[in-house]
Each structure stands twice: as structure tokens, then as C-alpha cells.
């Protein structure tokens, strides 16, 4: 105590021999200290401000610990919610030399008397103006010592998306208020994928009657969103509801949510009038959340002695007086850090001379920047809770009750904090755990909404109100089974309609609406048109085999599609009985050339190896040529005659025998699949080879296929043929592009497949080039769209969809053989290691066959030449004479040999079994023993 009164002292002396030339000093601790406040005396608010604001300087000058022996003064003004007189009376309190302004209450105000704050220096604390653009940086000197619309528009989102819905309607006093507290609202929406779909101002001007306020309700009511958010003053407020009320409005599915204008009256003015309160049954409120504290509830029975219970006390007037408190304390830290009140004449304004107004009597707190930073450095604890200002200047720890309307009062049926969500404990007990906003940690009580009920309402009705829904229905020409108009009535039958009707019977609500039949039932209407009408507001919705196409989408939201589709090329097949030369086919060129090349190689081979010592393939050249032919023939049948009597040779027959069992049997196989697998007829193998060739395409009239083609895949138009039916597509296909049909046919799958269930002679070429769905189509955000999405895939998912499938699109019996498509000829690649193994057969066998004539040469004429190196010079030499001289001998006297030969194997028989000669080595013998004797 001594050393604050020291300190107090230095002040005193510092001041006392300062020197500034023109300010009017007070006193560093004057005596008195005079604070304004400004606000509507008659209002809600106002009523209960008045009195909260004079007992908090009641209670603040009651005690000296706060400011040490100064009294703070308080001067209030009426300032009706006109920035005209708010302005005037801002200018007022110059007179009274106010350090600080307790106000404005409203909003608009506000904005304008921030920027007299500015320029006097005043800093405002308003307890009341709740417009989240105060908070901008262009009023530094407006403190806002309550919470923000900003958040109070957040807790409004995020209680709109707990329960679901989509789209709300807001009505809003049309001033800064109003208006940016429902901005506010609509950004935060947006952020949890809701939005404001019907925005209604309201003149801020008391003149609004019945009628405005009735033609206004009715526009609502022929809106779709039965979500509505009241964000207006008291009074305006009270006559929507009764009016809401009257209009029947106020029924079951209907949910109002009022901001907290009407709380504050549910609280001050404890028992409303029977009729005001029977208005707004069921309506959800928010209200400002301060904690329970003993404070509070000590200052409450306070308040009701009071009053004597004639006026309850709202948070406003708890923020009121709390702002006095804050003023306070601030004001001592501010003397505290020595300043002092002086102010000063405004050098800007002009000078009055001559002039009634004296705007020179207008001066600047010159210490203002000191006090508004202390007041925004305060930290205290007040009667609403914590009173810290955060980085932007807003009180921290922002948190809302939830209050549901009922009978003659409310009930809480949660908390919103902005901390951690909705939640049905007080916000305090959750700031000391992390924050969870995880979905299933966000929770209400259960509300009772306008109509008494417990379920919550859907939040949406179809927009015309009682109205049947126009739905267009394409009037489909070919392809009936998807959809077909019932002749002479206006009824629909068909695959899509009767998905469309199952999914209205899931809906939890009954839906009215009405076909309406679209096209000139000459040939398929174009489905873009269809769509777009629904854009233009002609239809509310279309039903049919509707693709869902990036361009559709753009303007339309579509269901959960209810059949796969995609776009897919239909090409003829036919059988390819290739006439005459059809037995060709199964071996390439090469291949025939190869295997011929190879039948003469192996009867070469079998006659170098065998004709020496097998009499079968002797004779004159002609008959030798012969057999050799006759006999490499017979082999492909297994049936040669001609006996092999070398072992070379018999190798050289089995290892050939395996190789024609092998293209025999794939000889066998190939030309079997050519007569009977059908194969493609046109060279179009999917849509890449659609592409590049150039041949005319056909697609399905009124198809977004056309588009497609057209534009994704870069088709000339002019190859772009327009084809009715499945009749004209076959016709189309069959005549084939030399004939004026189309070389092939795009179009989606589900069609193909019915298409392709009665002709058997397409097929689907190549992949599915496109994967899309067919499903219904709404309008932008329409809150039907998604229950039918949800019926839709609650029907795949019990197999109802299935069953329905099954009834009108029954699966084809030849779509079964799709698999086996063209069937290549053979190659000789699939062969060369056959022929490699034959071929090495063959080369062996006759290089053993050399060696051996070559050795037997050796032994039956010993070396002649000394010279080595010459040796097999030589011996090659007489090899080839010899070889040609068997020959000779051979062809001149075939008789003679064969006798002498006979006669031979006769006499020689004993020796060679002795000497265990072979054959060929006896042969040799007897030839080099007629040349050597
Ligand atoms: C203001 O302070 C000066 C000294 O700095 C003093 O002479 C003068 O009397 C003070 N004025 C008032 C009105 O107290
Ligand atoms: C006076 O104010 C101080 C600080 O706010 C507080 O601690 C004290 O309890 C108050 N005294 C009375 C009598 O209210
Ligand atoms: C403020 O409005 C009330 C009615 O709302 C009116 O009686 C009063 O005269 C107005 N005050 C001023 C200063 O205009
Ligand atoms: C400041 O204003 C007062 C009138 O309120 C005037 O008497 C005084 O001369 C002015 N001072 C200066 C320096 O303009
Ligand atoms: C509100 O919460 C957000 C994030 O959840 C946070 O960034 C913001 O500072 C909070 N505001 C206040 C005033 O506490
Ligand atoms: C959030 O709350 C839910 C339910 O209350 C709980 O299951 C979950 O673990 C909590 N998450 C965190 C991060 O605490």
C-alpha cells in the first residue's frame, strides 16, 4: 500500500513540474474520471444495461482497491439505433471530458462513432455490437467486450450440419447488423458444405407492416429449404413468428433458429405474453454461454432484489457489467504506467470562427493509446467468465448455449464452444481435455421442433409446395425395354422407371410428381435438350436412361448411377469359309516354304545315308529322285514303305517322324478353329483403329455418344452417321462401309448388350473406352437427389436392382462365345526349334556318315604320300572320285551290281562275320578293290 501511494506521489511531483504549454492538466490521479455510455435505454438490451452498468460503478467506486480513492463518473446517453444521433452524441461527450465510451449497443452505431473513437481517442467498449466486421482493423479504437456474430454464425453452421441439413433461409434486418452477421453466416456454412440458398432483408426502419412482412413469409414458404435463421431485432423479430404462425409456418417440418436477440428477451422479460411465447414453440436459440461461478449467481440474487423480479438479467447485461470493471482495471494499470488524462484541441478540425457549430471544443485524449492498450492487455475475471482479449481484439474462449423453446420457457439442449464444438457439457469442463470435434463426439440433447414433435425435421420440402413434381421422361423409340411410353396414355413402363419407382417407394416421405413425356416419338429425343430443361425450371427432374456425362454434370446433379455404362465399339463378325484356299490359312507363308524345304532335306539326307547299302533307294537318277520324293511324303502320313537300314538314317526318320507329328497336329488344329470360329470381317479393332481409319461410324440418335465421338475422340462429322434402332444397325453393320452401312457402331453398353442378344453376327470389339452410369438427373443441390442416390444404392445393395435388371434386360445366349476372337495363322517362330533339332539331326548324322566313308578309305587303301600334310588334300579328292564312280557304277549297271553284289554278300558272308566289318566298310572295300586290282 505504501509504495503504491509513493509511486502515486513521484506521479503527482512529475506532473507537477512538467511543462507542456497547452494541455489541460487534471491530476495523474484525479479525484474523478469520466467514462461515457451510450445506448437505447428503451430497448431489451438497453434496460437491463442501465442498470448493470450504474451498479458495477456503484460497486467499482464501493471499492478503493481498485482505483485508489478515484471515482469514476458515468455519463449515459440515449443513442436510439441512428448513427446520426449515436454521432451527435459521441461528439457530445467531449463536453464531459470521457475517457472511455461504455457503448454503442448497436452495430450501426457503431460503425460510424469507431471512427470519432479514432480521431478522439476514446477507446469504445461496446458490450453489445456484435457485427464481425468491427473487428476489422480500421477501428482500432472499438473494443468488443462481448462475443463476435462471427462465432455465433459458426455455432449456427455447425448446428445446421448436425442435423443434416443442406440449404437454409435467412431473414436479417438489412443493416450492418443484419447484413454482415449473415455473411458471416454463409461463410461458415459454406465451410461445412451448406449455404444459404434464399436470403430476405428486411428495412431497418420500423415502418415494416403485416403485409411486407407476410409477402416476404410467403416467398420463403415457396422456397425448398424449411431451414429458417432469424437474425433481426426484438420487435421484428416477434412479429415474423406471430405472422410465421399465422401463415403456418410455424408447423411440423419447419426449423426456425432465432440468433441471440431472442434470448435476451426469453431472459429479461421472464414471463412473455401467452400469445408471443405460443409463436415461437419449438424454436432453437442461441444465447451467449457465461460460466456458473458464485459471482454470477450472487449478482443475480442481487439483480432480483433489485428489480423485484419485473426484469431478468440477460448475458448482455453481464457483458455490460463487466465492461465498467474492465474500465477499471484498466484505468489503474494505466495510471499505474503514468499516464495521464489531458486532451487536446484538434489541430484538423477547421477553425470556428464565424461559425454556431464550435467544433474546436472538440479535443483528443491524449493518452488514449496507452488506455487501449491496457484495456486490451486486461486479464480478469468478471461475472461472463474470463475477460483476455485475443490476437484480433475478441474475447477468447467464444462459447453459446443451445436453447430449445418449450411450453411457457426453454430448455438447454447443449453447448457450443468454439473450443471444441456442440457438446451437452458445459464448455468449461472440456477446455481442460485436447479438443475432439470428432462426428460422434458432437452431440444435442433431443429438441422438440414447431409442430410438437421429436423427429427432426428433413429440412427441406419440394419446392412448389404441395405441387406434383414434373418429371421428364425421355420418349424412346428404339430400345423400349429401358423406357416406353404406354400407347395412347401418359403412364411409363420400362427398365429405368421401374428402378426410378422402387427408389420413391425407399424415400422416408412421399413424393408427387407426374411423367411427362418428352420427344416426338418418331425418334429418341436428344437428351442434352432434356436436361437442360431441367436447368431451365421446365422440369424438376428427368428419369431414363440418362448418362452421366462431364457436361451434364456441370449444370445438373445426378443420382448414384443404377447401371454401369460405357461406350463401347460394335463391329460385324462373320464366318471366314474363305472358299477354295482356305487350306492355306493355318501356315504362314514361310512356314509352308520351310517345312517343304525341309520334307526334301530329310529325304536328301535319308538317301545319302541309305542308298549305299539299301537297294530301295538304288536305280536309274530318275527312279532314285522318286523314291526319295515318294518316301520324305509318305512320312507326313506315317506311311513310307522304303525300309531304313542305318542307324543314321533311322535317327535321322525318328527325330523327322516327331516333327511332322507336331505341325501335323497343329496343322490339324488351325485349319479347324479357321472353319468354325467366327472372326472379325472389318479391320476395326476397337476405337483406337476407329479412329485412324476412315469409315463412316454409326451412334445412337439423340446419344451424347455424337459429342463423344466428335469432340473427345476427334471424328469428323461427316463419318458420323445417325442410326434409329436396332434393326437399322444391323442393316447399317451388314451392308458394311463399301455399301453405304458403317464400318462399326459406338454406343453404350447396356444398349449394345440388348442389341447384341437377338444378332449374333457383332461383337463388341476392343475395351470399354468410357466408364460412366446412367442415373436420374435434378436440379443443382437438390436435397432429393441425394435420398434417391441413398434409396438407389439401398436397392443395389438388397438385390432388388438386380431382379429388375433381370426382368426387362434378359443376357443374350451368344454373347457367350466372345472370348475367341480372330484366330492367328501359325508362324514359323512357334516351329524353328523343330526344325532346329531336325535340321541338327540331319547335319550329324551326315557328318558321322563322312567320317565313317573317310575312315573306311583310310583303311582299305594304306598312305601313298610321305607327305602328310597333303594327305587329306587327297583324301578328299578320292572321296569325291569315289563317291561319283558309286554313282556311275551304280546308274550304268544296276543288273550287273545287284548280281555281283548278291553273289558278294554271298561269298563274303563268313569273313565279314569274322572280321565284324559293317556293311559300308565291305562296300568300300569292294569298290577300291575294282579300282586298286
Ligand atoms: C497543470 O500543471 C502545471 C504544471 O505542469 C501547473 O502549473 C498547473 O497549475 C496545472 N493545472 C491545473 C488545472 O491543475
Ligand atoms: C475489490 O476489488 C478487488 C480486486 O478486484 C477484489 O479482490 C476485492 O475482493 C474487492 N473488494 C470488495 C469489498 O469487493
Ligand atoms: C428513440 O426512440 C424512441 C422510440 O423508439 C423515441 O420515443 C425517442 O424519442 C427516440 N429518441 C430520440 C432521441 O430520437
Ligand atoms: C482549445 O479550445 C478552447 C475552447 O474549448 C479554446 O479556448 C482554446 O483557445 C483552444 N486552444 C488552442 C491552442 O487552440
Ligand atoms: C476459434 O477456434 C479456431 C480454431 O478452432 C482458432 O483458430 C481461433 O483462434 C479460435 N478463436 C478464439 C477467439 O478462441
Ligand atoms: C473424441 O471423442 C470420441 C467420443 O467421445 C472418442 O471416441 C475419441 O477417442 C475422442 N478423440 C480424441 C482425440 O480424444
Not at 421472464?270 to 436459440?285: W, Y
Not at 511332322?660 to 483406337?688: C, D, H, M
Not at 578320292?878 to 545287284?898: I, T, V, Y
Request: aromatic share 10%; charged share 20%; net charge neutral.
Amino acid at each position: 500500500m505504501n509504495a503504491v501511494r509513493l509511486v502515486s506521489c513521484l506521479f503527482l511531483f512529475c506532473v507537477l513540474f512538467s511543462t507542456s504549454g497547452y494541455s489541460r492538466n487534471v491530476s495523474s490521479r484525479p479525484a474523478v474520471v469520466n467514462i461515457g455510455a451510450m445506448f437505447t435505454f428503451e430497448s431489451t438490451i438497453g434496460r437491463v444495461a442501465k442498470i448493470a452498468i450504474e451498479e458495477a460503478v456503484k460497486d467499482v467506486n464501493a471499492n478503493s482497491s481498485i482505483l485508489h480513492g478515484t471515482e469514476l463518473k458515468i455519463h449515459m446517453r440515449k443513442s436510439n439505433c441512428s448513427g446520426f444521433l449515436g454521432l451527435a452524441e459521441a461528439l457530445k461527450f467531449t463536453e464531459n471530458d470521457v475517457i472511455a465510451i461504455i457503448g454503442p449497443q448497436s452495430s450501426v452505431v457503431a460503425h460510424i462513432i469507431s471512427h470519432v473513437a479514432n480521431e478522439l481517442q476514446v477507446p469504445l467498449l461496446s458490450f453489445a455490437a456484435t457485427d464481425p466486421t468491427l473487428n476489422s482493423l480500421q477501428f482500432p479504437f472499438f473494443v468488443r467486450t462481448t462475443h463476435s456474430d462471427f462465432y455465433q454464425m459458426a455455432a449456427i453452421s455447425e448446428v445446421v450440419d448436425h442435423y443434416g441439413w443442406k440449404q437454409v433461409t435467412a431473414i436479417f434486418i438489412d443493416n450492418d447488423y443484419g447484413r454482415n452477421g449473415v455473411s458471416a453466416l454463409g461463410d461458415r456454412l459454406a465451410e461445412r458444405r451448406c449455404r444459404i440458398s434464399y436470403k430476405v432483408g428486411i428495412p431497418p426502419d420500423s415502418g415494416v407492416n403485416r403485409g411486407d412482412i407476410t409477402d416476404i413469409l410467403v416467398k420463403v414458404a415457396l422456397m425448398e429449404s424449411r431451414v429458417v435463421i432469424v437474425h433481426v431485432y426484438p420487435d421484428m423479430g416477434f412479429k415474423i413468428f406471430s405472422m410465421a404462425n399465422h401463415l403456418e409456418m410455424m408447423g411440423n417440418g419447419w426449423v426456425w433458429i432465432a440468433t441471440d436477440w431472442l434470448s435476451s428477451v426469453l431472459d429479461s422479460a421472464s414471463p412473455l405474453p401467452s400469445e408471443t411465447i405460443d409463436s415461437v414453440q419449438g424454436v432453437l436459440v442461441l444465447r451467449q454461454h457465461t460460466p456458473d461461478s458464485d459471482r454470477k449467481r450472487a449478482f443475480s440474487s442481487r439483480w432480483h432484489k433489485l428489480t423485484g423480479g419485473s426484469l431478468g438479467l440477460h448475458s448482455y447485461g453481464l457483458y455490460a457489467y463487466d465492461s465498467v470493471w474492465l474500465i477499471a482495471h484498466a484505468l489503474d494499470a494505466f495510471f499505474n504506467q503514468g499516464g495521464i488524462i489531458s486532451f487536446s484541441n484538434d489541430s484538423r478540425l477547421p477553425s470556428g470562427e464565424g461559425s454556431s457549430l464550435h467544433l474546436e471544443a472538440i479535443s483528443i485524449f491524449d493518452d488514449g493509446k496507452l488506455l487501449l492498450n491496457n484495456i486490451l492487455q486486461s486479464d480478469l475475471d468478471g461475472l461472463t467468465g474470463r475477460i483476455k482479449f485475443g490476437i484480433d481484439r475478441s474475447l477468447i474462449l467464444p462459447a453459446y448455449d443451445v436453447i430449445n423453446v418449450i411450453g411457457t420457457g426453454y430448455r438447454r439442449i447443449g453447448y457450443w464452444s468454439n473450443y471444441s464444438g456442440l457438446s451437452t457439457t458445459p464448455p468449461e469442463t472440456l477446455y481442460t481435455k485436447p479438443p475432439n470435434r470428432s462426428s460422434t463426439n458432437q452431440k444435442l440433447y433431443a429438441a422438440i421442433w414447431p409442430g410438437d414433435t421429436l423427429l427432426t425435421p428433413r429440412g427441406w420440402a419440394f419446392a412448389n409446395n404441395g405441387k406434383q413434381l414434373r418429371i421428364g421422361v425421355p420418349i424412346r423409340v428404339s430400345f423400349q425395354e429401358f423406357v416406353s411410353q404406354v400407347p395412347g396414355t401418359d403412364t411409363f413402363k420400362g427398365f429405368c422407371i421401374d428402378v426410378f419407382t422402387a427408389a420413391v417407394s425407399l424415400l422416408p416421405y412421399p413424393v408427387q410428381y407426374q411423367f411427362i413425356p418428352f420427344g416426338d416419338g418418331k425418334e429418341n429425343p436428344s437428351y442434352t435438350e432434356l436436361v437442360n430443361k431441367i436447368t431451365t425450371g421446365f422440369f424438376d427432374a428427368a428419369v431414363g436412361d440418362i448418362a452421366i456425362v462431364t457436361k451434364r454434370t456441370k449444370v445438373l446433379d445426378f443420382t448414384q448411377p443404377y447401371v454401369a455404362s460405357g461406350l463401347v465399339v460394335v463391329a460385324p463378325f462373320r464366318k471366314l469359309n474363305s472358299g477354295a484356299w482356305a487350306f492355306l490359312r493355318p501356315f504362314s507363308a514361310r512356314m509352308w516354304i520351310v517345312t517343304a524345304c525341309f520334307f526334301l532335306v530329310v529325304g536328301l539326307v535319308v538317301w545319302i545315308l541309305e542308298h549305299r547299302i539299301n537297294d530301295e533307294f538304288r536305280g536309274p537318277p530318275k527312279r532314285q529322285v522318286i523314291t526319295v520324293l515318294w518316301f520324305s511324303l509318305s512320312t507326313l502320313f506315317f506311311a513310307h514303305r522304303e525300309n531304313t537300314m542305318s542307324t543314321l538314317a533311322r535317327f535321322v526318320l525318328l527325330i523327322w517322324l516327331f516333327v511332322v507329328l507336331i505341325i501335323n497336329s497343329s496343322y490339324t488344329a488351325s485349319l479347324t478353329s479357321i472353319f468354325t470360329v467366327q472372326q472379325l470381317s472389318s479391320p476395326i479393332k476397337g476405337i483406337e483403329s476407329l479412329k485412324e481409319s476412315n469409315e463412316p461410324v454409326g451412334y445412337q440418335v439423340g446419344s451424347f455418344a455424337e459429342y463423344y465421338l466428335r469432340e473427345e475422340v476427334g471424328i469428323s462429322k461427316s463419318r458420323l452417321v445417325a442410326l434409329g434402332s436396332p434393326e437399322a444397325y444391323a442393316n447399317a453393320l451388314q451392308l458394311g462401309p463399301e455399301k453405304g452401312g458403317v464400318a462399326a457402331i459406338v454406343d453404350e453398353l447396356p444398349y449394345v448388350q440388348l442389341f447384341l442378344s437377338r444378332q449374333c453376327t457383332f461383337r463388341i470389339v476392343g475395351q470399354e473406352f468410357t466408364k460412366s452410369g446412367w442415373g436420374f438427373a435434378f436440379p443443382r443441390d437438390s436435397p432429393l437427389a441425394l435420398d434417391m442416390s441413398t434409396a438407389i444404392l439401398a436397392l443395389s445393395e438388397n438385390g432388388d436392382l438386380q431382379r429388375i435388371h433381370d426382368k426387362w434386360l434378359t443376357q443374350s445366349s451368344c454373347s457367350s462365345e466372345t472370348s475367341e476372337l480372330e484366330s492367328d495363322r501359325l508362324h514359323l517362330k512357334s516351329f524353328w526349334g523343330l526344325f532346329l533339332i531336325c535340321g541338327l539331326a540331319c547335319f550329324i548324322s551326315l557328318l558321322i556318315h563322312f567320317c565313317q566313308i573317310t575312315r573306311q578309305l583310310y583303311r582299305a587303301t594304306p598312305v601313298e604320300s610321305p607327305s602328310a600334310g597333303q594327305g587329306s588334300l587327297r583324301s578328299g579328292r578320292r572321296l569325291h572320285r569315289l563317291l561319283s564312280l558309286m554313282d556311275e557304277k551304280a546308274g550304268q549297271e544296276k543288273s550287273a551290281a545287284k548280281r555281283r553284289k548278291l553273289e558278294r554278300s554271298l561269298s563274303e558272308n563268313d569273313r565279314d562275320c569274322e572280321l565284324g566289318r559293317n556293311p559300308m566298310r565291305k562296300e568300300t572295300e569292294r569298290m577300291t578293290g575294282t579300282t586298286s586290282t
